[in-house]
């Protein structure tokens, strides 16, 4: 027993001469603990469990637009189906439009208070000086015998209280009227609805989502999602099917969720030829509603009504937009078994950039997420344009980006086309992949982020595009306030939210796909998580166990540190030794010439900065025979020794001082002018999680080595990341450089 303690002494006398000697801190510990435990709800492959269940909610809704007023009514039928194991006796509602009452949290002080010389428009938003209504009016809540609900109303949230328990497995029906007035957007921040007005010619343009009182998710991992609305978390809702009417003035166009039901009752015959004809324009978008139609129609207003209607099969939220501004235009985009159409409502505002941009942005988002994921469902995705915002809805979405005076820049464009093809983008992430955008902002920010800059990496390489070093200046900023990003979403700064939900789950999945993983495995496990999750409502714990499940990576290091912690990637290349081996058969004059390795605890001489010393001569000698242990056999130490004659030893000392463990790239510039690169796992971190010492033979003298070349890992810090170390310039330097 005592000489196989002292072989596995032998053994294992590395590790421990390299082990860390500060507190260790679990990088590479399971992350079980912090995620939600597998069930037979969710399994512990990330996939829905054979007991997976959701809840679903049917809409049939009329709903009457007062452009006067501006008042949105409407009555509802709800039909509720508990597919829970659980017996219900009371529903929670959502009531989104009762956080623009005055009582409502507002971000009107999130950049700076009261100050000399404030704007009135930051005065409006610090103290609503202008007065507007706001809320949602129940005027009554009946069950299906039209027998009065009791309710309950907690700022953004309704509780109805079921007259009978409903047993699982069972449905209910009720009904609700209801009426709120819309808000005028630009009255306070953050607004994601309601309408914007165009002084010039006395009309608007009204977005109307958040209308309707809608049902909670009620699920296997929190019961009833009941979060108070606060604008920055956004939404969680149940799938079902939609039977709209949307009655509005008779010179206004609707653009909605779902298909129009009632073209010729709304649409003229010529609009109907027009739309008959994009729906065979597979290339070119055609226009429904010219601009000189959209301009005559501006200097009229009808004093009739008119009622649209639509259907919409499997989708978790209903949205619309209505103008008599809009120009209309649209193009079919084949998919395997169906076409969907892509279409644009803009108004002469604008022109030209909507007219040629828009509708092109909406299919080079079909064409890239359907590859990365599954294909678009739905028949149709509309762009409809507004000012400052961004937001996403199923089938349609608003975004903002107007040109001045019919000029737009090449950064503006680039913004407008990354909204649209973002906000599109949404409809895969939150709206068919479900995730709980009220607690997970990230879930659908980020990863939908991730693919809407992979598709204007792709198909707009002209413009920039996030990668590892946009994220940067954020992970480099005030660790005092900085969140991970597995941080609730309405407890994100206002200041840091787009850094930490948008960007940094996007370099993160960058990171992985590219660095990591691989892109064609990764690929391929992006692809199971969407098509496993698709109108269902995965959890953080779903997509990180299936990432995992399918790549066949332990990646729990990477959720831990860029998910888990604000560490930052921050490798110091801190010290690099060059060795040769010395030569049996040298003379006398090269053996007075070599330089003999120094002895810890002897006087030294100083660290080297760089190679002009030359190598440091190293000898070897045999092996003793009680190393081998057990082992008859020997090595060939003359093999070993040839092998290794005229070769370049290089002991590389990699210190981690941003705290994040990373896989290591090693670049190797050769004194021939050449280079090449060693790739080093991160899982080299797991002895000592603070500095490794890595060793590396090679042919060719080297005149630098440097770390992470093409700065795949959000590294913080270049100028430690070689060796010699390069200087930087100085700012001054840099402009005087630019002014030459």
Request: aromatic content about 12%; charged content about 25%.
């Amino acid at each position: 027993m005592k000489r196989i303690f002292l072989i596995l002494n032998l053994l294992f006398l590395p590790l421990l001469i390299n082990a860390q000697k500060q507190p260790w801190q679990g990088k590479f510990e399971p992350i079980d603990n912090l995620i939600t435990p597998p069930s037979t709800y969710r399994t512990a492959s990330g996939a829905p469990g054979r007991d997976y269940w959701q809840q679903r909610a049917d809409y049939n809704i009329k709903a009457s637009l007062d452009e006067k007023t501006k008042v949105l009514s409407g009555e509802e039928t709800i039909t509720y189906y508990n597919n829970s194991p659980d017996e219900l006796t009371y529903v929670w509602m959502q009531l989104e439009q009762n956080v623009n009452k005055k009582e409502g949290e507002s971000f009107g002080d999130a950049f700076g208070g009261v100050r000399d010389s404030i704007s009135s428009l930051n005065m409006q938003y610090l103290t609503r000086a202008i007065e507007f209504p706001a809320g949602h009016t129940i005027k009554y809540v009946k069950n299906a015998s039209g027998k009065d609900l009791k309710t309950l109303v907690n700022q953004t949230m309704m509780k109805v209280f079921l007259d009978s328990p409903l047993k699982s497995g069972e449905t209910t029906q009720f009904q609700i009227s209801w009426s709120y007035p819309i808000t005028d957007r630009s009255m306070f921040m953050l607004s994601r609805e309601g309408y914007e007005y165009f002084p010039k010619d006395d009309n608007a343009v009204f977005l109307i989502a958040h209308w309707f009182p809608r049902m909670c998710v009620y699920n296997d991992t929190e019961g009833w999602q009941n979060k108070q609305f606060r604008r920055l978390g956004e939404f969680a809702l149940e799938f079902g099917n939609y039977d709209v009417e949307i009655t509005v003035p008779e010179d206004h166009v609707v653009a909605s969720t779902g298909s129009l039901q009632n073209e010729d009752q709304v649409l003229s015959k010529q609009q109907r030829k027009r739309l008959d004809e994009a729906k065979k324009s597979f290339d070119t978008p055609v226009l429904i509603i010219t601009p000189e139609e959209a301009l005559k129609n501006e200097q009229s207003k009808s004093s009739k009504m008119k009622t649209w209607k639509f259907k919409a099969e499997n989708v978790r939220d209903f949205a619309w937009a209505t103008s008599r501004k809009f120009i209309w235009d649209a193009q079919a985009h084949q998919f395997s078994d169906h076409v969907t159409m892509a279409m644009s409502f803009y108004p002469n505002e604008g022109l030209p950039v909507w007219e040629e941009e828009s509708t092109k942005a909406v299919v080079a988002a079909l064409e890239v997420y359907s590859e990365a994921t599954f294909e678009y469902p739905y028949p149709v995705a509309i762009s409809v344009n507004t000012s400052n915002i961004g937001m996403e809805f199923p089938m349609i979405s608003f975004n903002g980006g107007r040109p001045k005076n019919g000029k737009i820049s090449d950064m503006a464009k680039a913004g407008m086309i990354g909204t649209i093809i973002h906000e599109v983008g949404h409809n895969w992430f939150p709206m068919i992949v479900s995730s709980d955008e009220r607690q997970w902002m990230w879930m659908d920010e980020g990863l939908n982020t991730f693919l809407h800059q992979r598709t204007v990496a792709e198909k707009y390489p002209q413009f920039s595009h996030t990668t590892p070093k946009s994220i940067v200046p954020f992970m480099n900023g005030n660790q005092d306030i900085m969140r991970p990003i597995m941080t609730s979403s309405d407890n994100e700064l206002l200041t840091q939210f787009g850094a930490n939900f948008y960007q940094k789950p996007t370099v993160g999945l960058q990171i992985l796909r590219n660095s990591v993983i691989g892109k064609e495995l990764f690929d391929q496990a992006f692809k199971e998580y969407a098509n496993r999750w698709k109108y269902k409502h995965p959890n953080p714990a779903d997509l990180f166990r299936t990432l995992e499940d399918a790549t066949a990576t332990d990646l729990d290091w990477f959720w831990r540190g860029w998910f888990f912690t604000t560490d930052k990637t921050d490798m110091e290349l801190s010290q690099v030794k060059w060795f040769r081996v010395e030569e049996k058969d040298q003379n006398i004059e090269d053996q007075q010439k070599k330089t003999k390795i120094q002895v810890e605890g002897q006087d030294t001489k100083t660290v080297a900065t760089d190679f002009s010393g030359g190598p440091e001569m190293i000898t070897m000698t045999e092996t003793p025979d009680n190393n081998y242990g057990g082992f008859l056999s020997r090595l060939d130490e003359t093999q070993i020794r040839n092998n290794l004659s005229g070769k370049n030893i290089y002991e590389v000392t990699i210190k981690n001082v941003g705290g994040l463990v990373m896989p290591v790239t090693i670049e190797w510039q050769y004194t021939d002018g050449s280079s090449e690169t060693d790739r080093l796992p991160a899982e080299i971190w797991r002895y000592n999680e603070y500095e490794i010492t890595k060793t590396f033979v090679k042919d060719k003298e080297v005149k630098q080595v440097v770390l992470d070349p093409n700065f795949e890992f959000a590294d913080v810090e270049t100028a430690n990341n070689s060796f010699p170390k390069t200087e930087e310039a100085s700012q001054f330097d840099k402009f005087k450089e630019k002014k030459n």
